[in-house]
């Protein structure tokens, strides 16, 4: 998809450029035809078209993708003999081979630490389903970080819709929109194996948090300058800070969520982007007639920057949001409770808890309660 991006932004370019720079001859007979009810090729026409071709092509590619099945022989799901051997004897020839190599994993490619059974989904009614997944406190906090990230996803559909509009009234009909576009994409493919590598230690959701941050900081380049480098700008930053949250946010569904489940959380975490799209379009409409409109009257000018600084305004709500809630989402405040409970000297376990990230929360000991300094 972002591959397919990439091309598209310096293709509506090329097209733009080349319909809106014909010579007169040929504006003449476009005319002509256009009075006398013919069909000629127009910029929009031209981008529609290459889309047309561009799906049409991947038909023909999908019709050579073949299913593959994994080989039975190296990845076997239902328990061996050797598995057998180590129920009923309590260490089996297996798990004696891997000792002796140093553990790891057996032959065939298990580990050695029992036997493997096959992976089952959850099976049941929707009705049971939804209320066995509404009822897990997980899930409820996972709803509200999808909600939380509702406000920076505008900021991608207004990357779509607000500022091609935005370049075109501001700096003409050859205004660069696509290959600006294309900078996001490109940053998109570069960064995320990078930075998704070197932070696979730090918490999901505290990679959510700090790059929703970078994403909302990002619209105040516009607010600040109308200029193309502050176009570029915008764009680079929130294409830094997608690279740092987006990827985790499918992360932290699957650490989240329960064995059967997953299905659930992932689609839940693509909701926000679709839940997105439907206010953008009209706001967007709105604010681009009301502070950039496609036409001027004299002595009056655009305030573009207006329309930007109400776009930031509400996309920062997100990442604040964020740190307001943190006790809650990261299951901090549940956690103090839980240790106030188990604390033999009563109290709300305030005093001793030590927030850590959610995977090591399970495993971590409990910290005592250090004696009253008298």
């Known amino acids: ?141 996972f709803l509200v970080v999808c909600l939380l990230t509702l406000n920076v996803r505008m900021v991608f559909r207004h990357l779509d819709g607000t500022l091609p509009k935005y370049m075109v009234r501001e700096f003409g009909p ?64 929130l294409s830094v800070g997608e690279a740092i949250w987006s990827p985790r946010l499918y992360d932290y569904a699957m650490s989240v969520s329960p064995e059967g489940r997953e299905g659930t959380y992932m689609a839940l975490s693509s909701a926000p982007l679709f839940l997105a799209k439907l206010p953008v379009g009209f706001v967007s409409g709105l604010l681009l007639q009301r502070y950039c409109p496609e036409e001027v009257g004299d002595g009056e000018v655009r305030q573009s920057r207006t329309m930007w600084l109400i776009i930031g305004l509400t996309t920062v709500v997100s990442p604040i949001m964020t740190t307001v809630l943190w006790g809650y989402i990261s299951g901090r405040d ?6 106030g409970r188990d604390d033999p000297r009563g109290g709300d376990g305030a005093g001793y808890y030590q927030h850590t990230p959610l995977k090591q929360q399970i495993s971590l000991p409990r910290v005592p309660r250090p004696d009253p300094i008298v």
């Open 174 to 237: 050859d205004a660069p929109k696509g290959r600006v576009y294309s900078i996001n994409p490109a940053l998109i493919i570069v960064l995320v194996p990078i930075i998704t590598a070197s932070t696979s230690a730090v918490d999901p959701l505290v990679m959510i948090h700090n790059g929703t941050y970078v994403s909302a900081i990002s619209v105040f380049f516009l607010a600040c300058s109308t200029s193309i480098a502050a176009c570029v700008l915008f764009v680079v930053t």
């Open 1 to 141: 998809m972002n591959v397919g991006a990439l091309i598209a932004g310096p293709l509506v370019d090329r097209l733009t450029y080349f319909y809106n720079h014909r010579d007169d001859e040929d504006d003449a007979g476009e005319m002509q035809h256009q009075s006398t009810g013919g069909w000629v090729m127009t910029t929009n026409r031209a981008i529609v078209l290459s889309g047309v071709v561009a799906n049409v092509l991947a038909v023909f590619v999908a019709f050579t993708v073949r299913e593959i099945k994994v080989d039975a022989d190296e990845r076997e799901l239902v328990p061996s003999s050797a598995d057998e051997d180590y129920d009923d004897e309590g260490a089996g020839a297996s798990s004696r081979s891997s000792a002796a190599s140093g553990g790891g994993e057996s032959a065939t490619g298990r580990r050695s630490g029992g036997p493997v059974r096959k992976f089952e989904p959850l099976k049941g009614s929707t009705y049971r389903i939804l209320a066995d997944t509404l009822a897990q406190p997980s899930f409820r906090r």
């Open 334 to 339: 549940s956690d103090k409770k839980e240790e």
